[in-house]
């Protein structure tokens, strides 16, 4: 079995506005012509790639595939859309048994629905995606209604459109034109066509308003969140106070440690070290190299939220818990808060900082110095 997509681009589709066909307008920084074929040469199932286009528009097509290494065959289409296809199934490489027909306007296309449409081919010489109809209809005129219409066995048509080639083709062949869609054609030739579940994300661009939906579908579909974990420990030394989330708190001792031992900043740190998968402060300021001892731990949190930037994440919330006796946090917690708000360039409301003691048991219990946990999410886009 060997798969050849054909993706019918050779529209105008004046409906959006705009200077261009809806095809060649940017959706999410790439062309919607550009997403769509780059869904169907991402799936492994299938081999091949006939774009049928508009005569005048192989510069836009060009431009659209700017960026992707992509091995396309493109041909004129026709007046008519069954007039392209027919172009298409002509183009399609020797040894193409079945053949999946899609709107180049449906960028949205899952790898799921390709893989339902292909599978009904085993049993049906054709296959299309369709969502049922959940809406009550009526039938109107003149902006009125004039009765209620059943939705009973009602579906809404989607693509691509499966078929065994030499079916589709014979049903072209045949078909006298003017069909709204290849399902159309192979029920006038007589053909089993089986219904596979559609996908309300599969939409259609149409309208001008339909960029905002499929934007947003994009941003959901290609989110990414992730988790870090940081601890920390130092231990007490001789001193008057510690350093805690860049916020120096009295106290009879002082905390030990390469740099200036802000066992918090170092669990937040490390945290979103860990939710990049990017090492750890160990790793990006080694304690052996001197020019790091004694630092303000301000240095390394810089560094990891530069980091978040440049991968394109943003920091959604973090969350700190500091482990010990003595001092008290809870007066000087919202002091923190603002502190490491402030360094990481993030709102008051997206970080936490508290604190518990360990009941006198372990290190911490003996006051013997302090532990920090953290959890930090980061979200992209």
């Known amino acids: 079995m060997t798969v050849t997509a054909i993706i019918v681009a050779a529209g105008r589709g004046t409906r959006v506005g705009g200077d261009r066909p809806k095809q060649y307008q940017p959706l999410g920084g790439r062309a919607v012509l550009g997403?769509?074929?780059a869904a169907f040469a991402a799936h492994p199932r299938v081999a091949g790639l006939v774009v049928v286009l508009h005569?005048?528009?192989a510069d836009l097509f060009a431009e659209a595939m700017d960026g992707l290494d992509l091995a396309v065959t493109t041909v004129p289409g026709g007046a008519t859309r069954d007039a392209s296809v027919a172009a298409g199934l002509m183009a399609?490489?020797?040894?193409t048994t079945r053949v999946l027909i899609h709107d180049g306007a449906r960028p949205l296309v899952s790898a799921a629905l390709i893989d339902r449409v292909i599978d009904a081919l085993d049993s049906h010489p054709g296959a299309a995606p369709a969502l049922a109809v959940t809406d009550a209809l009526w039938r109107g005129a003149a902006g009125r209604v004039l009765a209620p219409h059943p939705r009973d066995g009602l579906f809404r048509a989607q693509t691509p459109q499966g078929f065994r080639i030499e079916a589709i083709r014979a049903a072209h062949a045949a078909h006298p034109g003017g069909a709204a869609d290849d399902v159309e054609v192979a029920l006038a030739a007589g053909l089993d066509v089986a219904i596979v579940e559609g996908d309300e994300d599969n939409l259609k661009i149409?309208?001008?308003q339909d960029?905002?939906?499929a934007e947003r579908v994009l941003r959901e579909r290609d989110m990414d969140i992730r988790t870090g974990n940081g601890f920390d420990v130092h231990a007490f030394c001789d001193g008057d106070g510690v350093i805690l989330c860049g916020i120096k708190v009295?106290?009879?001792?002082?905390l030990k440690g390469h740099s200036d031992a802000d066992v918090g900043m170092h669990a937040v740190t490390d945290a979103i070290y860990g939710a990049l998968a990017d090492g750890d402060?160990?790793?990006h300021f080694p304690p052996s190299d001197p020019q790091w001892k004694g630092a303000?731990?301000?240095i390394f949190l810089k560094h990891a939220v530069g980091r978040v930037a440049e991968r394109g994440y943003r920091i959604a919330h973090a969350d700190l818990t500091l482990i010990c006796e003595r001092p008290k946090i809870g007066p000087v917690a919202g002091a923190m808060r603002a502190e490491m708000a402030r360094l990481m360039g993030i709102e008051l409301d997206r970080i936490s900082v508290k604190a518990t003691t360990s009941e006198q048991l372990g290190f911490t219990g003996r006051e013997e110095g302090i532990a920090a946990l953290a959890t930090v999410t980061l979200v992209r886009p």
Request: hydrophobic content about 30%; aromatic content about 4%; charged content about 25%.
């Open 92 to 95: 399609v490489p020797q040894g």
């Open 250 to 254: 009295p106290h009879d001792k002082a």
């Open 281 to 283: 402060i160990g790793q």
């Open 211 to 213: 960029f905002a939906r």
């Open 35 to 37: 997403r769509t074929v």
């Open 55 to 57: 005569p005048d528009d």
């Open 296 to 298: 303000a731990s301000d």
């Open 206 to 208: 149409t309208h001008a």
